[in-house]
């Protein structure tokens, strides 16, 4: 029953500001490395910002850089994505991804079922 849910989406206006989250369970959170992806129509599915397990060394993409800002509460099994000055062009279905290796190495993925983010006047 391992489960992704996120929530937080909706329609903002250029400038606005935005917080997605993502509630985790069936698995062992802390874990994890938690990823927020993603994808407008007709583009590639992209990376938008990283978290590890150890809630250190944080990664964005250049076109979030400085606006974006990724945390995790290991506490509420909880990632979050705060979304500053927003843009048109970051309207897009936002996914939460949560990966981790086993002890054979092997790669654990799960996917949330993704939420709707609109910037338009």
């Known amino acids: 029953q391992v489960q992704l849910v996120e929530s937080g989406g909706g329609l903002v206006q250029p400038g606005g500001s935005l917080t997605l989250s993502c509630a985790a369970s069936?698995?062992?959170?802390?874990?994890?490395?938690m990823t927020w992806f993603r994808q407008a129509p007709g583009k590639e599915r992209e990376l938008v910002a990283s978290?590890?397990?150890?809630?250190?060394?944080?990664n964005y993409a250049d076109s979030v850089k400085g606006r974006f800002t990724i945390s995790r509460d290991n506490t509420k099994n909880t990632v979050y994505l705060q979304m500053n000055s927003l843009k048109p062009d970051d309207t897009a279905v936002y996914y939460c991804n949560a990966a981790a290796r086993d002890a054979y190495r092997k790669k654990i993925d799960y996917w949330g079922q993704g939420t709707q983010v609109t910037v338009s006047s």
């Open positions: 978290i590890p397990a150890s809630g250190g060394n944080t």
């Open positions: 069936g698995f062992t959170f802390r874990n994890y490395a």
